[in-house]
């Protein structure tokens, strides 16, 4: 079936485009649509209406088609031949209008939209610019500021701010295509105007050149490290000093740069990547999933009360069990303050704010969570503890229901075990802040059902969460590589640096923050208490933690008391640095016989992110992780590692397996082979000279 047709409607030629599952710009649809433009210019039509079959207007370029020989024509090409048309088009838009799909409703004469539609440029999520001439035409409607905003943040927006802004013309209600031909038709009663955005001049009034520099400045502050926005900027600039066909090959040279830069490589490996870890390579196709309908929590502290608020924004009421009605609503008001400070930045009306929380039941008896279809476990990082709410979920819970532990070390199979219903135990670990982060690791023990897998996988997605599938080890894969990152800060520590050094260099490298500003926010009480319960074996070298130690025995837990690897301002939580923990650091350098000598940033990074990839890679081998590119979601969306470097096992990558392993080779003899030993499978993939990509897709 052609995934282009075209039709007469009266006086109108209507061109559908039918390329599911998004109608992205595929070489066929773009042929398709030069055809029947051309087709169009000799027939009896007067204008044409542009629309889409299935769930969306376009959703953009083909990315598949990316990095392969181009075919002709290109998009920019063919969107010269649509604004050349002598007959005017109009773009009629219904679900999303997003990057070259937005650029070919700009290449119309004139377009409408549902009022549920939204349009938006997202290329810079790909590490990339609007290549096919959104660059130089949205300015030329919304003015510099608006343009900017729209291409630098990727941000969607809805047809009434679009049609505020001038992007497009007129929203209309009701069934698309007769409200098009309607439009369509008032177009012919007024002349058939042919408007071509390219016709227009950019308000000059709207920019200076100390605008730029200001929205500079700050570009690099929000979207730090990355290149694609510069490079939009400098296309803005172009729109408004040069003419329309000077700007295009502006756009199209820093198109082609941005298109062969390493990020935007990484980036589109990160866009399949999300899409790819919702899938479960042995699940059946026919499993079945189960009715979601109400969910019950337990623990309304910090974790429990985000994750109610990830299931009340979606519509599904939370009973939320705790112990005592005063730990009930310590847990309804720190959700109350969470809500109050969406309101206060105008994402939130007051009235659903108060609806959502009003779909939240505090309980303190188990036997209410009797109905619940899920329950999730929320309390103290504490096996026995766990145990024993798993037994007593076991007892009033209804047949069927999923029981999930929020768990982010603990054995999920020792949990599952609790219970007379392993096949219904699963852990969903949700990352702090809950209702912010999008990471969601979803535990499979060995006898979780299937049914159960497929249906976390599809709770994610309700709630909006990006899935990643983890088989069970100690931290499964977010934390057990968390461990060997935090391992070697800590050495690096006490061998010569200092956490000023060790963050500046990992947030250099792109990390939202570096490891020790990490310990501080999280609490270094956090690590302290996990190991008390542990042997001296199983705590591992005391090299790797004595500074946390003596930081934590000192009471400096980190910003919640004002001070921890920094001190903190108590008014406004800046850090500086404290010369109190240089000492704590010396004096713990010299208990454990260890000579302080000066550690180059490169090796603090090589370190600290090779770590991390050969515990990747072990996580690989053992079938903790289905692919490597689950892990790079791991790390993006839970740990704060620049997509824009495509995670840490792509990373790799683009490094070299072979550098990554004979470099894990000399540290091992450099620092001790109990800290670091090759992965099989890093060496396996260096013998076979194969990268981690080709390894994955074999
Ligand atoms: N090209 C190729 N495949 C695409 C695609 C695209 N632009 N957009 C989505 N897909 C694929 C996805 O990979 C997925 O495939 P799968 O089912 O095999 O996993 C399938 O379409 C469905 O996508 P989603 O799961 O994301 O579906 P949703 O309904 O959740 O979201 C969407 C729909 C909002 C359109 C979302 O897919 C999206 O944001 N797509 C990307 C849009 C984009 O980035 N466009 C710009 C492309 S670059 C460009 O246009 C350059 C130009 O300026 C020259």
Redesign the pocket.
């Known amino acids: 079936m052609s995934v282009v047709s075209y039709q007469l409607e009266g006086d109108i030629g209507v061109i559908r485009l039918n390329n599911p599952?998004?109608n992205?710009?595929?070489h066929a649809l773009r042929s398709g649509i030069q055809d029947a433009v051309t087709q169009a210019q000799d027939d009896a039509s007067l204008a044409l209406v542009l629309m889409c079959e299935g769930?969306?207007f376009i959703?953009?370029?083909?990315?598949?088609?990316?990095g392969k020989p181009p075919m002709l024509p290109s998009?920019?090409e063919l969107l010269i031949v649509l604004e050349a048309s002598k007959k005017p088009i109009i773009a009629a838009i219904h679900?999303?209008a997003?990057?070259?799909?937005l650029?070919t409703a700009l290449a119309c004469h004139y377009r409408c939209a549902l009022p549920s539609a939204?349009v938006?440029?997202?290329?810079v999520?790909?590490g990339?610019?609007?290549?096919?001439g959104?660059t130089q035409r949205v300015p030329r409607l919304t003015g510099v500021k608006a343009a900017l905003d729209l291409m630098t943040t990727?941000a969607?927006i809805a047809a009434a701010q679009a049609l505020n802004i001038g992007l497009i013309d007129k929203v209309v209600e009701g069934d698309l295509l007769s409200a098009a031909l309607d439009f369509a038709n008032e177009v012919i009663a007024q002349g058939a105007e042919l408007k071509r955005v390219s016709d227009l001049e950019v308000d000059k009034t709207t920019a200076s050149a100390e605008f730029f520099a200001e929205y500079r400045k700050t570009l690099s502050k929000r979207l730090r490290g990355q290149e694609a926005p510069h490079r939009i900027v400098e296309c803005i600039e172009a729109a408004l000093n040069t003419p329309f066909d000077e700007g295009l090959k502006v756009e199209r040279r820093l198109?082609v740069e941005c298109m062969q830069s390493s990020q935007s490589g990484a980036l589109q490996h990160m866009?399949?990547a999300?899409?790819?870890s919702?899938?479960v390579k042995d699940l059946p196709k026919d499993t079945q999933l189960k009715d979601i309908k109400r969910v019950g929590i337990i623990g309304g502290g910090l974790m429990g009360g985000g994750i109610a608020m990830n299931f009340v924004n979606v519509g599904i009421p939370v009973t939320l069990l705790e112990i005592s009605q005063e730990a009930l609503q310590r847990g309804k008001d720190l959700i109350a303050k969470n809500y109050a400070m969406t309101v206060s930045k105008g994402k939130l009306t007051v009235e659903l704010a108060t609806q959502r929380q009003d779909m939240i039941t505090g309980t303190t008896d188990y036997n209410d969570l009797a109905d619940m279809d899920l329950v999730i476990e929320a309390v103290f990082e504490n096996l026995d503890i766990k145990k024993q709410v798993f037994a007593k979920l076991d007892n009033v819970c209804k047949q069927g229901a999923i029981l999930a532990s929020n768990t982010s070390y603990q054995d999920v199979n020792l949990i599952a075990q609790s219970t007379s219903r392993p096949q219904d135990v699963i852990g969903l670990h949700f990352f702090s802040p809950a209702n912010v982060m999008k990471l969601l690791e979803i535990v499979r023990g060995d006898e979780t059902s299937d049914e159960v897998v497929a249906t976390s996988m599809a709770i994610a997605?309700s709630i909006k969460k990006v899935p990643a599938l983890s088989r069970v080890c100690y931290g499964f894969i977010g934390n057990r590589m968390l461990r060997h990152y935090a391992r070697e800060a800590q050495l690096c520590l006490l061998e010569g640096s200092t956490p000023q050094n060790i963050d500046a260099v990992m947030q250099k490298f792109g990390m939202a923050m570096g490891p020790l500003a990490v310990g501080d926010l999280a609490g270094i009480d956090i690590g302290y208490k996990a190991r008390e319960g542990l042997t001296d074996e199983q705590k591992g070298d005391v090299r790797t933690y004595c500074i946390a130690d003596a930081l934590y025995e000192m009471g400096r837990l980190g910003q919640k008391t004002g001070a921890g690897y920094y001190q903190y301002d108590p008014e406004t939580r800046q850090r500086s640095v404290d010369p109190v923990v240089m000492e704590v650091i010396e004096a713990q350098a010299k208990k454990r016989g260890v000579e302080r000598k000066v550690i180059s940033d490169k090796t603090i990074l090589d370190r600290l992110t090779f770590a991390l990839i050969n515990e990747g890679f072990k996580i690989l081998e053992e079938g903790i992780a289905q692919r490597p590119s689950d892990i790079d979601v791991v790390y993006a969306f839970g740990y704060g590692f620049p997509a824009y470097r495509g995670g840490p096992m792509f990373y790799a990558d683009t490094i070299g397996l072979e550098k990554i392993y004979h470099t894990v080779c000399e540290f091992a003899d450099t620092y001790g082979e109990e800290f670091w030993q090759p992965a099989a499978l890093l060496k396996q993939l260096v013998e076979e000279g194969k990268t981690l990509t080709q390894w994955a897709n074999s």
């Open positions: 599952p998004v992205a710009l595929s769930r969306t959703a953009g370029a083909d990315i598949s088609e990316f998009l920019p679900g999303t997003l990057g070259g799909g650029e939204q938006g440029l997202p290329e999520k790909l990339l610019l609007p290549g096919a959104g990727g969607p198109f866009f399949f999300e899409r790819m919702s899938k997605k």
